[in-house]
DNA sequence: AACATTTTTGTAAGTGCTTACACAACCTGA
DNA sequence: TCAGGTTGTGTAAGCACTTACAAAAATGTT
């Protein structure tokens, strides 16, 4: 809109240098008071603000961190953004968010674009980042050449990678294990793709019935194709398994949205929960507290990997070795639906 | 981490001069298919991503857009963020993103980092943004002077400011009064501060009631002070002033977290839904489907009006002139607590 | 007052890219 | 073969800022 405002403007109107200009901008400490007051009232007085671009271009940072994830509207990775955002700024460091979809192509322009613009570092929200194959991941290798990569709930093991995470196998095992203590020895794993870490949790599921010498029934490991918001089609797809035969007396859901979906089926088949059949959310999101009956669900503590996460690559970025991988505990929170 | 790779180590390897690839770069016409070809090889040889500083600096414009948010970890404004980042992207713009929380001095920083970085507009995702005195709108005004200033859900009269909302009064005023038509003639209004337009949503249903001739009782607008997603804690509150007295034969919540914690109150008061107490939601998110019974809201067509927004945005970005508002009609969907 | 220090300020050379302008190379058709 | 295009490429001047280095000013010391 309107010309810019440049710190020649204030330096001409203060009568001193550019250079004294700048000074005074980054607070530099060799700057008389009376010419930082004088300086101080003409950039007040004249609305300046300084430009980022050159900024950036003189100092090859502006304090900004990159984020990327597939969907800013999913609850968990808006949850994982806000605490994360919260957390940079805390440290005095800016965001910029790209969300990415769900392809390939579009996760490697959305980096490439962050590394363009010459981001303190990128973190990936979610393990959706990481692709089945050691070559699918180069382009993140490569950007991690370039600038520390935060993963958050991903496991990669590059060099300048580093990943904060909940051990979703363990928390998994544990909510299936306790399924089958209380006697639900049929229980179904009901996933989608965009539960990120499904096949981490997917395993701990096996796991628990190897442990226990029970039969691992493929029948029983459900993938949802569906639209992740959509409960009724869950619902409908759950009775179109019943219906087709498959046996099953509890429900371990890959999100709290699926276990939502698998209540309202329950509910629908006219099956008691928690005795006729068992379920379990994952990621223990407020959806848990608004179903009837309440969805027992896996806590992950998103706010403390958040946290921790940030901690960590304040660290990296002061230039302190850092741990390049740090796992927390999940933990089941039992409501009425176990 | 390491030197950065420049146009210079191109234009050496290439043996041709920078301009020319700054031309390959950007997609200029005007250079030979062979001279192209091996500039762009050499790009992928030595990984070479175009530094945005520099650029931006040269253009004053990288293609990007801030978002100002108070928090993108609320359900409405992290769908919001999302539809209008995926507009952008669409667009070729990309996002930067700053929550802000709800004190004033932050939003002011946020809005003032943002314009340090020369975004091409600046979007503000609800009305928390318009504060109640002039006076402490005025950062709002400058900036509009400097950059477009789109406000989704907000309503201001600054020049360069632009709006695109759906009409809460009316929204509102309809769903009491559908609430009123079937016999509910002392609806609670249930609000808390985060909710955005709320005083537009309380005028709207106190109109209602004087359009029917009915007493607008005080008591029945409730302000609920608690956390937006403790459903406990809300359903306690309802508890409460059903205890201290005052009587209600019906809800209107100004978001659907809000009507999900009413809907717990009625339920754990033995209440019969919708006979004795019916309930309404806003934002038509996803929790509607969630709760049993299921909740019936006002849908205020966010995907919309997020689209819109970007699409006036990016007219006026083309220089073309655009309105200044642009309200659609929100739209009671009636479930099962009506 | 003369000198040594310290503090404050200015000059100018980057930072990586875009682009106006100039020039060279390559075509036309007469 | 040459004037008059086109097309392709290079030179150099920005863009708004930082900062090393040099110079000037202020201060302290004798």
């Given at each position: 809109m309107e010309k810019q405002v440049t710190i020649y403007d204030i330096s001409e109107k203060a009568g001193v240098s550019i250079a004294t200009v700048s000074r005074v901008l980054n607070g530099n400490s060799?700057?008389?008071?009376?010419?930082?007051?004088?300086?101080?009232?003409?950039?007040?007085?004249?609305?300046?603000?300084?430009?980022?671009?050159?900024?950036?271009?003189?100092?090859?940072?502006?304090?900004?961190i990159g984020i990327l994830c597939a969907d800013s509207s999913d609850t968990y990775i808006a949850k994982a953004i806000f605490y994360i955002e919260r957390a940079l700024r805390e440290n005095g460091y800016n965001t910029i968010l790209c969300c990415t979809g769900y392809k390939l192509e579009n996760k490697k322009k959305a980096l490439s674009l962050l590394l363009s613009k010459r981001v303190d570092s990128i973190i990936m929200v979610g393990s959706h980042?990481?692709?089945?194959?050691?070559?699918?991941?180069?382009?993140?290798?490569?950007?991690?050449?370039r600038t520390p990569v935060m993963f958050l709930n991903a496991?990669?093991?590059?060099?300048?990678?580093?990943?904060?995470?909940?051990?979703?196998?363990?928390?998994?095992?544990?909510?299936?294990?306790?399924?089958?203590?209380?006697?639900?020895?049929?229980?179904?794993?009901?996933?989608?793709?965009?539960?990120?870490?499904?096949k981490k949790k997917l395993s701990g599921y096996q796991a628990a019935y190897l442990q226990n010498e029970l039969p691992v029934n493929k029948d029983l490991i459900y993938f949802y194709h569906g639209?992740?918001?959509?409960?009724?089609?869950?619902?409908?797809?759950l009775k179109k398994l019943e219906k087709s035969g498959v046996d099953f007396d509890g429900i371990f859901a890959s999100d709290d949205n699926l276990g939502i979906g698998a209540i309202r089926y329950?509910?629908?088949?006219?099956?008691?929960?928690?005795?006729?059949?068992?379920?379990?959310?994952?990621?223990?999101?407020?959806?848990?507290?608004?179903?009837?009956?309440?969805?027992?669900?896996?806590?992950?503590?998103?706010?403390?990997?958040?946290?921790?996460?940030?901690?960590?690559?304040?660290?990296?970025?002061?230039?302190?070795?850092?741990p390049q991988k740090i796992i927390f505990s999940?933990?089941?929170?039992?409501?009425e639906t176990t």
């Open positions: 060799n700057v008389k008071q009376k010419t930082r007051k004088k300086v101080l009232d003409i950039i007040e007085e004249l609305g300046y603000t300084p430009n980022a671009f050159a900024r950036g271009l003189g100092l090859d940072s502006m304090n900004t980042f990481v692709e089945e194959s050691e070559e699918d991941n180069a382009h993140i290798r490569e950007a991690a050449m496991d990669l093991d590059y060099k300048n990678v580093f990943c904060t995470l909940c051990d979703d196998y363990k928390a998994s095992f544990e909510a299936t294990q306790s399924l089958i203590d209380k006697g639900h020895k049929n229980v179904l794993f009901f996933y989608n793709s965009n539960s990120y870490g499904a639209n992740n918001e959509d409960i009724q089609s869950m619902a409908e797809c329950a509910k629908t088949s006219g099956k008691r929960i928690p005795e006729d059949i068992a379920i379990i959310g994952y990621n223990n999101s407020m959806l848990t507290e608004c179903s009837t009956p309440r969805l027992s669900s896996v806590d992950n503590h998103l706010e403390t990997l958040c946290s921790q996460l940030v901690k960590t690559l304040m660290g990296i970025l002061s230039g302190n070795e850092m999940g933990e089941l929170v039992n409501r």
